[in-house]
Structure formats: C-alpha cells, structure tokens
C-alpha cells in the first residue's frame, strides 16, 4: 500500500472511529478539510479522499457550501469497535467466550476459575437442601436494597480482619462483582473522564471502562504494585478520575501491594483528588493477608469490592460494596434504577456457606493444594523455556513470558485447535506490549496434556514470529 493510501486510511478509521465511539453522532459536521489536515497532519488532497470515499460508503454525505456531516444512523454500541483493533485470539471478550463455552472435552489453563471438582458442591447442595425446607426464606418477593443483614454482618466481619472498618451501614450486597463494578462506574464517571489500569490488568476491566465511554490510561504493574513513577507522570498528564485495581494477589500478574508502595499511592490519589476501585476477589486465596488500600484509607476514597465467584460457586451470583456512608443512598437509588434488587436466594445461600467452618476447611485445603501444584506447573513450564515474570506466593496465576520471542498470540490458537484455551498476554494490556506473555491457571494445569500442546505449539511457530 502507498503512503498516500496509508494516510488516507488513516483518517478515514479516525472518522469511524469517533462515529463508533458516539463522539460523532447522527447530523454532526465534520471538521473542514482544511482542519482535519492540520489535525492529522496530512495534506488537503489526502483529507479530500478520505471524505470522498466515506461518501461513497454512505457513512457520510455533502452538503454544497456546507461541509460534509455524519449520515449513518448510530449502530447499536459494540465493545470490540469502542477498543483497539485486536487479533481474535488475543480479544479479551473472544477469550472469554471460548473459556465459556468450550465443551468439558477442552483443557482451560487460560480461564479465570477453579476447576469445579476443586469447589465444595457437597456443601452447596446441602444449604440448598436445607433452604428449601427452611419457610422463613423468602422464595418469592424482592429483597430489601442493601441486601441480606446476617450476610452484611459476616461481611463487615471479614473486612475487619483485613484492617478495614465498614459497619453494615457502609456495606451493600450486588448482583455480583462485576455488577459493583458497573455501578460504581455510573456512579463516578461520566463519558470522556480518564480511568488509570494496571498494564497488564483484568481484561473485563477494559471492556466494562469501555462500555462506560472513558478514556483508559495503563500504568505498568510491578511486583509491590504499580509503578508509582509512571503512576504519578500519569495523574499530571491525565488527571483520571479514578483508579481500578486488585491490590492482593493480581490479576494476571499475582502481584501483591507492598506497604510502601500502598502509602506512597494514597498518597499521590490524595494529591490529585483520585479515587480508586480496589476489587479483593482474590481474598481468600491469601496465606497471610497483604495490605488494603481500604484499611490504609479509611474508605474515604477507596471503595472496596469483592464477592465469592471464584472460590465458592459462579453459579451464586453475589458481591459487595463497601464505601463512605455518604455516598450509599445514590448507590442504592442506582442499584434499584438498574437492576432493582440483588438475588435474596443467593444472598441466603451465601449466608449460609459463610457461617459456619466449612468454607474455612474449603478454602485451606484450596490454598494447600494451589501450594503444591505451583513448583510443579513452573518446573514443567521452565523445562519448555516459559519463565515466570514473578513466582507468587498465593492464587491460581502466573504471569509468564515465552521462549524465543514467541507469539502468545500464535501459540493460543494453534493450542485452541487441539482443545487447550490458553490466555495471551496482549488480552491483559491496554498498550499491547504484552506479546510474548501469557497468564496460565495452575489450578487447571493438573493435566500433562496441557505442557504437550504447548511444546508442540511453540515448536510449529512460523519462523518470522521468532526473534
């Protein structure tokens, strides 16, 4: 392709782009010719192709001695054209997808979950039992907005062991964490504000921060936790508005906050007014806790998240929001606005599970048999030359770089045509300079299958993904 060719494309995605992103809607015009070449430094002439081209595809028209406007009518919105353009294999939601709903015939090291024979399906269906004989339970009508009392009251419990103080009055059940997540992002940004990630970070996070219509800055993750340079170059060149992170046990990266790095934070979103998510979902995998940016904080700007997807059942949809007291009115009036209530039934079932000493057994024996696996995964990996970026103490993940300059990418798609669902690096990373990463799921690496599907497919590599 030309050069002129290039830059013509190269406005033209730009149109698009703003189009899809609703920053151009229905009926806007677009800038003059004259200015759109300034902006994209381009000649006069390519911004005339440009425009002319988007006319023939009717996504634009003319108006003589007006200019050129918008025509197409908005598309319903989709969170693939809201992010950069991306190889389907390293797509976060086609990443997801496939982990979803690939068959019980597939290996998953790639998903963000126990494997269910790890989980504690005995109890469950016994509390499920015994709720069904249980006519105190509310079957039938809505729950109350803040949600499940007992439940509330276990939860300020647990938080109280971690440093933080959240009585029931700052405590709100959710759907799930996701659902907090989005709640809260409605209730703190509005389209246009900034949000700072971890690069690399949870990719649902991207995609949520997407749907909200924000501009999304990364700062890179070290071991203790962001990078408090970057993270302070950051609030100068920015000025987010919020931070989303997992302080404990990170995900991809296992990463956990280290004091210094906790204070020197707060210290900084003191500065610049910043307010920061910190979703603990991870909690319970810990052997000994790591610190909280909500205990540090007092919940004064930190809003403090989490539910019990990941240790207990996916099938129980519940999480938790604790926050300032003074914000818990507008985020029930939000909550009711968009989902109305929570699910009583999961919330008692929940209740249930937590309150007496099985989910404690349960998750020590989680935490004991995660232990032994993990020198056993790193040795099979480091024996196909895959190198762990950090050997984390606790948790299902391990952030890893491959051999030889290899495409993480390349290698999870040939590894998906032999049933094996891998996670790519570049899914996590807003910069996409994760490439030659991927974080693996110890927990479902039990299989042997798994390391020869790997070694096979970074054997196969074509020669030019090789440095």
Request: glycine share 6%; aromatic share 6%; with cysteine.
């Amino acid at each position: 392709m030309s050069t002129a060719a290039t830059l013509t494309a190269r406005v033209m995605d730009q149109i698009r782009d703003r189009i899809a992103r609703q920053h151009l809607s229905q009926g806007a015009r677009l800038p003059s010719i004259r200015a759109m070449a300034e902006t994209q430094k381009v000649s006069k002439s390519t911004v005339v192709e440009a425009y002319d081209r988007l006319h023939a595809e009717g996504i634009i028209s003319a108006r003589r001695g007006s200019g050129y406007f918008v025509a197409a009518p908005h598309a319903p919105m989709s969170l693939a054209a809201l992010g950069p353009s991306l190889d389907l294999h390293v797509d976060p939601l086609w990443v997801s997808r496939q982990s979803l709903e690939a068959g019980a015939d597939y290996l998953k090291p790639g998903c963000g979950w126990l494997p269910a024979n790890w989980l504690p399906e005995a109890d469950i269906r016994r509390a499920l039992r015994t709720l069904a004989r249980d006519e105190s339970v509310n079957v039938t009508d809505y729950a109350g907005p803040m949600g499940h009392p007992p439940l509330r009251q276990i939860l300020s419990r647990r938080l109280y062991d971690h440093g933080i103080e959240a009585p029931l009055s700052q405590i709100m059940l959710t759907g799930s964490g996701t659902q907090a997540i989005d709640l809260l992002c409605r209730f703190l940004l509005n389209p246009g504000d900034t949000v700072l990630v971890d690069d690399p970070c949870y990719f649902n996070f991207l995609a949520q921060l997407r749907a909200h219509r924000v501009t999304v800055i990364g700062v890179p993750v070290t071991p203790t936790g962001p990078d408090i340079n970057a993270f302070a170059d950051a609030l100068i060149a920015h000025k987010p508005r919020l931070y989303i992170t997992n302080t404990a046990l990170h995900n991809p990266t296992g990463a956990t906050l280290s004091p210094v790095t906790a204070h020197r934070l707060l210290r900084l979103a003191q500065a610049h007014d910043l307010l920061i998510v910190e979703d603990d979902i991870y909690a319970d995998f810990e052997h000994t806790p790591a610190p909280r940016l909500a205990a540090f904080d007092g919940l004064e700007r930190v809003i403090h998240i989490g539910s019990f997807s990941k240790t207990l059942s996916a099938a129980v949809r519940c999480g938790f929001i604790a926050a300032r007291a003074d914000w818990l009115s507008s985020l029930i009036d939000l909550k009711i606005a968009t989902n109305f209530t929570h699910e009583p039934l999961s919330a008692e079932l929940l209740y249930r599970l937590l309150s007496g000493g099985h989910y404690r057994k349960h998750m020590a024996d989680v935490r004991e048999k995660l232990s032994a696996l993990r020198p056993k995964v790193l040795k099979n990996l480091a024996n196909l030359g895959i190198r762990p970026w950090h050997v984390p103490q606790a948790g299902m993940f391990v952030w890893c770089e491959l051999p030889d300059g290899a495409d993480a990418s390349e290698v999870a798609r040939r590894a998906l045509a032999e049933k094996v669902v891998l996670a790519p690096g570049n899914a996590f990373s807003l910069s996409q300079g994760a490439r030659g990463f991927m974080r693996f799921n110890i927990a479902q690496m039990a299989e042997g299958q798994v390391f020869g599907v790997l070694k096979d497919a970074l054997l196969t590599q074509p020669r030019h993904l090789r440095i």
